[in-house]
Each structure stands twice: as structure tokens, then as C-alpha cells.
């Protein structure tokens, strides 16, 4: 398997979990139609969560292109 396959399956693993977690985030905060009379704690929580799970799309984002990048040049 190649370096690049591996990442990308490792990644993907992990966007399939925030993407998840991103659904169950939306739906506390009303997605889902129902009232959830959340604390200052938990909503303060919930973005934290939503600032986190960015910040690892975004560098599997960054780490995929990179590796993809490098593949390509071989």
C-alpha cells in the first residue's frame, strides 16, 4: 500500500467521525427540530467542539493535498 493510500484511508477514517460528530452538533443546536435548552457550558462546549473538529478537517485537508502532490511528482 502506498504512503499516500494509507494517509488517505487514515483521514478518511477520521472525516467519517467528524462528520458525524458535526451532525449530532448540528442537531443539538436545533437542526433536528427540537428544543434542547442548552447551558452557557454546554453552547461554549459545542464551540470548542465545532473550532476542533475544523482544525483537524482542515489539516487532513492540508496532508492530503501535500501527499497527493508529492505522489504525483514520482
Do not use: P, W, Y
Not at 451532525?23 to 447551558?39: K, P, Q, R, Y
Not at 475544523?54 to 493535498?65: D, T
Request: hydrophobic share 45%; net charge negative.
Amino acid at each position: 500500500m502506498s504512503k499516500l493510500a494509507r494517509i488517505a484511508g487514515q483521514h478518511g477514517n477520521r472525516m467519517v467521525v467528524a462528520g458525524c460528530a458535526l451532525n449530532t452538533i448540528a442537531d443539538l443546536l436545533g437542526c433536528d427540530g427540537v428544543e434542547h435548552h442548552l447551558s452557557a457550558q454546554q453552547v461554549n462546549g459545542l464551540h470548542h467542539a465545532v473550532k476542533a473538529l475544523a482544525g483537524l478537517i482542515q489539516i487532513a485537508g492540508f496532508e492530503l493535498c501535500e501527499h497527493a502532490e508529492q505522489e504525483g511528482k514520482h
